[in-house]
C-alpha cells in the first residue's frame, strides 16, 4: 500500500470514528448544497417566466430592426421590402435548424385612434395574424369577440380599457390616423373584431392590433416591417440564433438585437434579481464554508495528540497536512453527493409543477407592469448545477487548507503531550 | 565491538520564556552503545523527557550536536528527521498513544507500512512478536478494548517491529500498576536479550532503574551521574 493511500485510509476511518460530527458537517453541506440547487432552480424557472413574458409583449428573443427604430420608434426607420424577404428567409433557415419557435413580422406606428366619442394616442401594429397570434398571446387575452384571422382586411383588436375610452363595442367602427411613410397624414376605418385585456395598462388602453397588409397600405409603406419579432426555441439559444442571423443578413443593412439589447429594463429587472440571488448564494456558502472550517478544525484540535504520534512515527508534517486535507476532501465530495441528490429530490419532488406563492399576493403579481404567474416553475440548467457543486467542492478544499496546514506545523513534541 | 547508536556532543535546549529562559537541557553529552539497556532517571523537571524528544528529533537542540548511528541530525530538515524516526527510532509513550481507529495489529505494523514492507510479512512478523510478548489473539482489538498493560505492549511491539537503532520510552510504566509495570519492563528486558533491542528510558520507577544495565542520573538538565548497573552494561562510568 503506498503512503497516499495509507492516508487516504487514515482519513476515512478518521471521519468515521468521528461519525456525529462528520454526519453534522456533512448534513450543513448537503443542506447547503440542496438549498443552492433549488434556490438557483426556482430563481432560473423564474427568470424564464420573467423573460418569456417579458420579450413575447415586446420584441421577441430576438429583433430584426432597422437601425434607429429602437431608440426613435418611427415609421422613417423601417426595414424595406427586400430587408424583410430577406429577414424572412434567414428566420425560416433558422426554424429549419431548430433555433426558432416562432416569428412574427411587424409594422408599427404611433397614431391616433378616434371615435364619435373620444380620440386616444395609441400604438398601432399591424401582424400576420396566425404569426403573431402564438407569439405573443394575445389570442388567449381576448376577452370580447375573438382575434384577427387571415381574411380580416380591416378588423381591429383593442384593448377593453381603449374600447372603453372610445366607447366601441364588438363591431363598432373607429379611425386610425397616422403620419405615413410618404410624410402626409392618413386615415384608416377599421372595425373592432375583438377586445383584449392583459391587465397591462400601457397595452389595455394604447395598443391596436390590425393586419399587417392593410396597415402598410394605410401607411404607404406596402411590404415594409419596423420590427421581425423572433421567439428561440429557448433562452439559452438567444445568443446563437442572433449571431446566426447577423450572418445570414450580413450586408443587408438590418440590425439583429437580442432582448437583452431590445428590452433593457427587462435585463436589468433580472440582473438585479439575480444579484439578490448572488448575495444570498453568498451567505449560504459563507455559512456552509464556516461549517467545514469548524468541523475541520476542531477535528485537528481535539486529535493533536494523534497527529503528533503519527509524526513521531515517522509521518512528515506535510502528509499529516495531508492527512487532514484528505479528509476535509472526503467530507466534501460525500456532502457533495449527497447535497445535489437532495436539491435534485427536493425540488424534483415538492416543485416539479410548480411553487404556487400566490397565496403571498392579494392581487395580481405585477413587477414592472408585467404581470407574472405566482407559479414559479423550477429549471435545471446542468451548467448551474456543475456551478453549485463546483462551488461547494471549492469552498470544502478551501475550508480544508487551514486546518491542514495547522496540522502540518504542530510541535510533535508538544503534540504528544496533548491532554485535550 | 561495540557500536555507537547515539551519541550528542553538549546538548543544550534552552526555551524562551520570561522573565527568564527556562534551560531544560544544559550541556548534555552522551554516547550509547548497540544492545544497551539504559535508564535515564532524575526528578520531574530534570529534563528527561527533553532529552529523549531531542534525541527523537521530535525537537531541535538550541546548541550541540546529535548522532544517530553515522547521521548527524541537527541540521537535517523536518521531512528528513521524520524519515529518520521511521528508520532508526522507536517510541513508547507513557500514555501508550496508540491510534484509535486502528486495531492492535494495525498499530504496531503501522510503521512498516510507512515503510511499504508487504502485508503478508508485516503479518508476519506482527504475530511473531505478539507471540513473543503475549499479546497473541489480541491482533483485531481496537485500544480502547484493550487493558492498559496490553496497550503498552502493543506500543512496545510498534516501536520494536521495524528494528530500529534506538527505542526511546518515556515513563513508560507510570500508567501501569505493580504488576503490569513489572510484566512490561520484562517484556522490554526480553527484547534486549533477545533481539538486542537498544533502549533509553526515562523513569521515576525504582524497579526500572533497578533493571537497566545503565543508570544515567539527571539534575536541572544536566548528568549528575552515568553508572554500569549490570552484566550488559556499554559504557558506564562515574561522575
Known sequence: ?420 | MNRTVVRTEDLWKVYPQEPKPVEAVRGVSLEIQAGEFVAMAGPSGSGKTTVLNLLGGLTRPTRGRIWIGEDEITALSDRELARLRLESIGFVFQAFNLLPVLTALENAEFTLLLRGVPAEERHRRVRELFALIGLDGLEDRKPGKLSGGQQQRVAVARAVIGEPALVLADEPTANLDTATGAALLEVMERLNHENGVTFLFSTHDPRVMERAHRLIHLVDGSVESDVAQGVRGGVGHDR
Do not use: C
Open chain 1, 1 to 420: 500500500m503506498s503512503r497516499f493511500l495509507l492516508l487516504v485510509r487514515l482519513a476515512l476511518r478518521g471521519l468515521r470514528r468521528e461519525t456525529r460530527r462528520s454526519l453534522l458537517t456533512a448534513s450543513a453541506m448537503a443542506l447547503g448544497l440542496a438549498l443552492l440547487i433549488f434556490s438557483r432552480s426556482i430563481a432560473e424557472g423564474a427568470h424564464e417566466d420573467w423573460i418569456d413574458l417579458g420579450v413575447r409583449y415586446a420584441f421577441g428573443h430576438v429583433a430584426v430592426q432597422a437601425p434607429g427604430f429602437l431608440a426613435s420608434g418611427s415609421l422613417d426607420q423601417r426595414l424595406a421590402p427586400d430587408q424583410v424577404r430577406a429577414a424572412e428567409a434567414a428566420v425560416a433557415e433558422l426554424r429549419e435548424r431548430g433555433l426558432i419557435a416562432e416569428s412574427s413580422t411587424r409594422l408599427t406606428v404611433s397614431g391616433l385612434a378616434s371615435s364619435a366619442e373620444s380620440a386616444v394616442p395609441v400604438q398601432v401594429m399591424g401582424v400576420v395574424p396566425e404569426a403573431e397570434g402564438p407569439l405573443s398571446r394575445m389570442a388567449d387575452k381576448s376577452v370580447r369577440g375573438s382575434y384577427l384571422v387571415e381574411n380580416d382586411r380591416l378588423g381591429a383588436y383593442v384593448g377593453t380599457a381603449l374600447a372603453e375610452r372610445l366607447g366601441l363595442d364588438e363591431g363598432s367602427r373607429f379611425v386610425l390616423t397616422a403620419q405615413g411613410a410618404d410624410g402626409q397624414i392618413q386615415g384608416q376605418l377599421v372595425r373592432v373584431k375583438g377586445m383584449f385585456r392583459t391587465g397591462l395598462t400601457e397595452l389595455d388602453e394604447g395598443l391596436v392590433y390590425m393586419p399587417l397588409g392593410t396597415a402598410g397600405d394605410w401607411l404607404t409603406a406596402p411590404g415594409a416591417a419596423t420590427t421581425i419579432a423572433v421567439m428561440t426555441t429557448g433562452s439559452e439559444q438567444v445568443a446563437a440564433t442572433a449571431m446566426a442571423l447577423e450572418d445570414l443578413l450580413g450586408d443587408t443593412g438590418a440590425l439583429v438585437l437580442p432582448w437583452q439589447e431590445s428590452t433593457p429594463e427587462l435585463y436589468a429587472m433580472v440582473r438585479l434579481d439575480d444579484y439578490g440571488d448572488y448575495i444570498f448564494h453568498g451567505l449560504l456558502f459563507a455559512i456552509v464554508a464556516l461549517a467545514i472550517l469548524n468541523a475541520v478544525l476542531m477535528s485537528v484540535l481535539h486529535r493533536k495528540r494523534e497527529f503528533g504520534v503519527l509524526q513521531a512515527l515517522g509521518l512528515s508534517p506535510g502528509e499529516t497536512g495531508t492527512l487532514v486535507f484528505v479528509e476535509g476532501v472526503f467530507l466534501t465530495t460525500l456532502s457533495g453527493i449527497v447535497g445535489m441528490a437532495a436539491g435534485f429530490a427536493l425540488t424534483w419532488l415538492f416543485f416539479r409543477d410548480g411553487l404556487d406563492l400566490s397565496f403571498l399576493f392579494d392581487q395580481e403579481l405585477t413587477i414592472s407592469g408585467l404581470v407574472f404567474d405566482p407559479v414559479m416553475v423550477p429549471k435545471f440548467t446542468l451548467s448551474h448545477v456543475a456551478q453549485s457543486v463546483g462551488f461547494i467542492a471549492v469552498i470544502g478544499v478551501a475550508a480544508s487548507i487551514y486546518p491542514a496546514i495547522h496540522a502540518s506545523h504542530l510541535d510533535p513534541a508538544e503534540a504528544v503531550k496533548w491532554e485535550g
